[in-house]
């Protein structure tokens, strides 16, 4: 069945792009890598690279033509990504794209406490408007992350109280992106939570990385004036520090908790949780 399919994959030079790609490469699947820079594409048999960018119609329309099955990660965090996407959707549905398999984010909605998922409500919205077919894989935050989050003193910094989140790691959303491709009918129209097996509280995750690397690590429970006064420094559009600080409390909301099977029943597979996550990457391995 794969084999009659022509797959496009965006984000191919990155992590869950490149995951996915190399994966339907190892099933034996067509393929065209969308991407940036094709000189970072990776060299996969049976795929073809095309440079493209999501604002550019032309180039994106050129590169979809024929593609039956569309995995678009979303752009990078701007604050224009939402006239990229619509842009490039256009040009998906304009070329004949069958279905587009979208990755968005948890509890994504207009009013989203965590900034950005608004912008993937908006995304999901028009790309049901546009006459594909479409399945969207709503991620929770990223496993792979979570140690970036410690300063150098050892500390998690945010306002989240005790608020919970289902982390999942990137190579469990890419399998799961994967296995809906390659089969994408039964997920037409769907909507999926794509959770770790568990919510941990900030807390909780800094006791593991403890655990795990054998380190102190805590964490701060941050008032929202505090994390904003201790990001300023970074000089960030507004945007960009409302998104930061907006992660926590999203997680200080509850809205980030639930745990959701959809990897399993999609894959047969179950998500792996952050204690295994952290021993199978040894520090700098991620």
Request: glycine content about 8%; some cysteine; overall charge negative.
């Amino acid at each position: 069945m794969t084999s009659e399919l022509l797959f496009a994959t965006t984000g191919a030079t990155g992590v869950v792009g490149g995951l996915v790609a190399r994966d339907l490469a190892d099933r034996g699947c067509t393929q065209r890598l969308l991407v940036r820079t094709p000189a970072k594409a990776p060299q996969l048999p049976d795929s073809t690279v095309h440079q493209f960018s999501y604002s550019d119609r032309a180039a994106a329309s050129a590169a979809l033509d024929g593609v039956d099955v569309l995995f678009m990660v979303s752009a990078s965090e701007s604050a224009k990504r939402v006239d990229e996407h619509r842009s490039f959707i256009d040009a998906a549905a304009a070329a004949g794209v069958g279905h587009v398999v979208y990755t968005s984010f948890a509890a994504a909605a207009p009013d989203a406490t965590f900034t950005l998922a608004r912008d993937h409500y908006a995304t999901e919205e028009y790309i049901k408007a546009s006459g594909m077919k479409w399945t969207f894989l709503r991620d929770g935050l990223y496993l792979d992350f979570m140690e970036a989050l410690v300063g150098e003193d050892g500390v998690i910094r945010g306002p989240a109280g005790n608020g919970r989140a289902s982390f999942v790691a990137r190579a469990d959303v890419a399998r799961t992106a994967t296995a809906v491709l390659v089969d994408p009918a039964p997920h037409a129209a769907r909507t999926y939570d794509i959770t770790g097996p568990e919510a941990l509280t900030l807390a909780e995750v800094a006791a593991t990385i403890s655990r795990i690397r054998g380190q102190n690590v805590t964490f701060h429970d941050e008032t929202v004036e505090e994390a904003y006064r201790s990001r300023a420094r970074y000089g960030a559009p507004d945007w960009q520090v409302d998104a930061w600080v907006s992660t926590y409390t999203a997680i200080a909301s509850g809205v980030m908790a639930p745990v959701s099977d959809s990897i399993e029943q999609i894959t047969g597979l179950a998500p792996m949780n952050l204690e295994t996550y952290l021993s199978a990457h040894p520090t700098g391995e991620h």
